[in-house]
């Protein structure tokens, strides 16, 4: 029961998540076959692994029109989840919340129409991926529900709690995957798309219906009145000084002068989150063109359940291996945490250089076990970030990193989607190795944040009467204040 007391936006983020996951390896698998058949008969399509030129023709132009359904959602995503996310600290998350739900279910609606009708021209896809972009998209959504989190918690279990939401991304991209592999399979394409449209209008409901807000009424007057006062020392009024006012609180809320290192360690996370995103950009691009291609040639279905058993494995270490770490590590401290992240990101960097080098499904098939510990670091990252800034500078925050993270997507799915294409001939992993590269470069960046962080709060110097005094941690909830104690060195 307690747990059940505990879920709030978690549902709205599965079932986000499940039907984007369900989306996305069936718009790809749609994009593939369509751009076959503008130049070739059903037959060569159905077997387009028999033409390996052919294949590689085919393949090299669905990427580029990956590239533009990305483009058409993530430029207007950017725009608006600049705007949202700073709006939601003045007047709540929840109605922010459903803004990006709304435009899946436009998306959801487009995608069903094409897959209907398959001679219609590709360009008509474009329609779904601007109204997503256009409602803030998946950047928006994230924004929103962190924040949420954020106002919900206090320090002592955020991690745990950032831990159970990045958990859905993965319970929720499993049973996307199953679905959308039995259901395209078992019945049809367009079946999924109706089936990825009751599930964003189930959370419009549940939002709606049932969420609750997690601002108080006092905060959003606060952040209100701030505005009001700014809004007469200006000359802009209204709905314009509120959208400016939203954009600026954004792009400055990481170069606020702060205590300690605080701004120069949030900006370090930035990067961190910038650089995964670019990894996880040629993942996202990449996967289903590369299992499709020989020597793998996987099914759908195939693709699926490779997909399915990484979010498992993922999920399953979110949930149970991260709560039991903390439950027996009764003096936790950051630089567990720390020491966690790294394994993690050492678990996915393996994963990624195994795909690279991977001939065979047995290889790709192990590769859920080998990276199961990323999301891990994720958790533990964003936990840490949140904990940098004020309170009502939470949704600012987030929206500058997911705002950086979507230019991260876009840099990323121009340089995978050309490289790609240009890769296949001599090595079609290698795409996956430059991966595992800005994997291995977000690990040396933590390590050095590891020891600034413990060289400026855990260890620093104090000098105390003349005389240098070491201040010794003696026990850190790393989620709470750090309590040290100042041990004087004894004389020889």
């Known amino acids: 029961m307690g747990c059940c007391r505990q879920v709030t936006v978690e549902p709205v983020l599965f079932l986000f998540i499940t039907s984007l996951m369900m989306q996305i390896p069936v718009t790809q698998l749609l994009l593939l076959h369509k751009v076959c058949l503008e130049e070739h008969d059903d037959s060569i399509c159905e077997e387009l692994g028999n033409y390996p030129q052919l294949e590689n023709q085919v393949q090299s132009?669905?990427?580029?029109?990956?590239?533009?359904?990305?483009?058409?959602?993530?430029?207007?995503?950017?725009?608006?989840?600049?705007?949202?996310?700073?709006?939601?600290?003045?007047?709540?998350?929840?109605?922010?919340?459903?803004?990006?739900?709304?435009?899946?279910?436009?998306?959801?609606?487009?995608?069903?129409?094409?897959?209907?009708?398959?001679?219609?021209?590709?360009?008509?896809?474009?329609?779904?991926?601007?109204?997503?972009?256009?409602?803030?998209?998946?950047?928006?959504?994230?924004?929103?529900?962190?924040?949420?989190?954020?106002?919900?918690?206090?320090?002592?279990?955020?991690?745990?709690?950032?831990?159970?939401?990045?958990?859905?991304?993965?319970?929720?991209?499993?049973?996307?995957?199953?679905?959308?592999?039995?259901?395209?399979?078992?019945?049809?394409?367009?079946?999924?798309?109706?089936?990825?449209?009751?599930?964003?209008?189930?959370?419009?409901?549940?939002?709606?219906?049932?969420?609750?807000?997690?601002?108080?009424?006092?905060?959003?007057?606060?952040?209100?009145?701030?505005?009001?006062?700014?809004?007469?020392?200006?000359?802009?009024?209204?709905?314009?000084?509120?959208?400016?006012?939203?954009?600026?609180?954004?792009?400055?809320?990481?170069?606020?002068?702060?205590?300690?290192?605080?701004?120069?360690?949030?900006?370090?996370?930035?990067?961190?989150?910038?650089?995964?995103?670019?990894?996880?950009?040629?993942?996202?691009?990449?996967?289903?063109?590369?299992?499709?291609?020989?020597?793998?040639?996987?099914?759908?279905?195939?693709?699926?359940?490779?997909?399915?058993?990484?979010?498992?494995?993922?999920?399953?270490?979110?949930?149970?291996?991260?709560?039991?770490?903390?439950?027996?590590?009764?003096?936790?401290?950051q630089d567990n945490d720390f020491n966690l992240t790294i394994v993690g990101l050492a678990s996915n960097m393996s994963g990624y250089i195994m795909i690279a080098m991977a001939k065979s499904t047995a290889v790709m098939m192990l590769v859920p076990v080998v990276s199961s510990l990323a999301g891990i670091a994720g958790a533990v990252l964003g936990s840490l970030r949140s904990k940098l800034v004020e309170p009502d500078e939470m949704g600012a925050m987030f929206a500058f990193g997911s705002l950086l993270e979507t230019m991260c997507h876009l840099i990323g799915s121009v340089i995978f989607n050309n490289l790609y294409p240009a890769t296949l001939d001599f090595m079609p992993g290698f795409s996956f190795l430059i991966v595992a590269a800005l994997i291995g470069i977000i690990m040396c960046i933590v390590i050095y944040f590891k020891w600034d962080y413990e060289d400026t709060i855990l260890f620093p110097k104090v000098i105390s009467n003349g005389e240098q005094t070491d201040n010794l941690l003696t026990y850190v909830d790393s989620d709470e204040e750090v309590e040290l104690y100042d041990l004087k060195s004894s004389e020889g």
Request: charged share 15%; with cysteine; proline share 3%.
């Open 61 to 333: 132009k669905t990427s580029h029109w990956i590239l533009k359904l990305n483009l058409a959602m993530n430029i207007p995503g950017a725009i608006m989840c600049t705007i949202l996310g700073a709006a939601s600290d003045k007047f709540g998350r929840r109605t922010i919340i459903a803004f990006p739900l709304i435009g899946a279910c436009v998306a959801s609606i487009n995608f069903m129409i094409n897959s209907f009708y398959t001679d219609l021209p590709i360009r008509y896809m474009l329609i779904s991926s601007f109204a997503l972009g256009i409602c803030g998209g998946m950047g928006t959504c994230q924004v929103a529900l962190v924040s949420y989190i954020t106002d919900i918690t206090d320090s002592s279990n955020r991690t745990k709690r950032f831990g159970m939401l990045e958990s859905m991304v993965f319970l929720g991209g499993t049973i996307g995957l199953l679905l959308a592999g039995s259901i395209a399979q078992k019945i049809s394409i367009p079946a999924v798309y109706a089936c990825c449209f009751l599930l964003n209008l189930t959370a419009v409901g549940y939002v709606m219906a049932i969420l609750p807000e997690s601002l108080s009424t006092k905060q959003r007057l606060s952040s209100k009145l701030e505005d009001a006062m700014a809004k007469r020392r200006g000359w802009m009024s209204g709905f314009g000084f509120s959208v400016l006012e939203n954009m600026r609180k954004t792009f400055t809320v990481c170069f606020v002068e702060r205590e300690n290192k605080k701004r120069k360690w949030l900006l370090l996370l930035q990067v961190i989150a910038m650089l995964h995103m670019l990894a996880l950009s040629g993942d996202m691009e990449l996967t289903v063109l590369y299992t499709k291609h020989t020597p793998l040639s996987w099914s759908t279905f195939t693709i699926a359940v490779y997909m399915a058993l990484r979010n498992i494995a993922r999920a399953a270490a979110l949930l149970i291996t991260m709560p039991l770490l903390f439950h027996f590590k009764s003096q936790r401290t």
